[in-house]
C-alpha cells in the first residue's frame, strides 16, 4: 500500500494564486520529500523536511510537517505557468529507510 | 554537470522479446535505484544497489525482471521475456552521501511499450 498519498488528485488555478497540497502517510518518518514530475521528464527533487522539522521554506515553496497527524502540505505561492507539473511527497519509513512515493497531484497553473 | 542518463528514451517491442535498459548515474553517487511507473500503481521501487552491490530486489515484479550493476557508472534491466504488462515508463535514479533516505536523482526515463 502507498506510504504517502497527495490530496486533491489534480488543483487548477490562475497564474498569480497560490497552490497548496497536502500528503498523507502512515507510518514513522525519518523525512519526507517533494519532488516535481513535468511531463514525459524524471521526478526532480524540491524540498526535504526532517521528522523534527515543522517548516521549511525555498524561494516560493513552503512545506509544512505535522508529525502527529502524519500530514505535510506543499505552499506554491504567487504560481506561474511554469509550475505547471505533477508533485509528489516521499516517505521513508524509520523502519528501514527506503522512499516510497505516493500517486502526486497534477497542478495546473493556466496562463 | 551531467545528470543520470538513461537510454534509450522509447522502447517499442513485441511480446516475448528480450528488453534492456540501461543507466548511467551520476558520478560519485553510491546508491542506485530502478522504478517502475504507471497510472495504475505510481511510481514503484524494482529493486536499489548500494556500492554496486544488490541490497533489496522484493520490488522486482517477476523472474522474468533482473538487474545488474558492473561497475559504479552503469546499471542495466532486463525483463525476459517481456510482456505486454510490463508497458510502462521505466526510471533510474541515484543518490549520494548520507545514506538510503537521501534525495534522488532521476534520469527522464524509458518509456516502454510492449505491443
Known amino acids: 500500500s502507498q506510504q504517502g498519498e497527495e490530496d486533491p488528485q489534480a488543483l487548477s488555478i490562475q497564474e498569480g494564486e497560490n497552490a497548496t497540497m497536502n500528503c498523507s502517510y502512515k507510518?514513522?518518518?525519518?523525512?519526507l520529500q517533494w519532488y516535481r514530475q513535468n511531463s514525459g521528464r524524471g521526478l526532480v527533487h524540491l524540498i526535504l523536511i526532517r521528522s523534527n522539522e515543522r517548516e521549511k521554506h525555498s524561494g516560493r515553496l513552503r512545506v509544512t510537517l505535522d508529525t502527529s497527524k502524519k500530514s505535510s502540505s506543499l505552499l506554491i505561492t504567487a504560481s506561474r505557468a511554469a509550475d505547471t507539473a505533477s508533485y509528489f511527497c516521499a516517505t521513508d519509513r524509520s523502519s528501514n529507510y527506503k522512499l516510497t512515493f505516493g500517486k502526486g497531484t497534477l497542478l495546473t497553473v493556466n496562463p | 554537470d551531467a545528470g543520470v542518463i538513461q537510454s534509450p528514451r522509447h522502447e517499442v517491442t513485441e511480446m516475448g522479446q528480450e528488453v534492456t535498459l540501461r543507466c548511467k548515474p551520476i558520478?560519485?553517487?553510491?546508491?542506485l535505484f530502478w522504478y517502475r511507473q504507471t497510472m495504475m500503481r505510481g511510481l514503484e521501487l524494482l529493486i536499489y544497489?548500494?556500492?554496486?552491490?544488490?541490497?533489496?530486489d522484493s520490488g522486482m515484479p517477476e523472474d522474468r525482471f533482473s538487474a545488474k550493476m558492473p561497475n559504479a557508472s552503469f546499471s542495466t534491466l532486463k525483463i525476459q521475456p517481456s510482456e505486454p504488462r510490463d508497458s510502462a515508463v521505466y526510471f533510474c535514479?541515484?543518490?549520494?552521501?548520507?545514506?538510503?533516505?537521501?534525495?534522488?536523482?532521476f534520469g527522464d526515463g524509458t518509456r516502454l511499450s510492449i505491443l
Open positions: 535514479a541515484s543518490s549520494g552521501g548520507g545514506g538510503l533516505n537521501q534525495p534522488q536523482h
Open positions: 558520478s560519485g553517487h553510491d546508491y
Open positions: 507510518t514513522s518518518i525519518n523525512n
Open positions: 544497489f548500494n556500492n554496486n552491490v544488490p541490497i533489496d
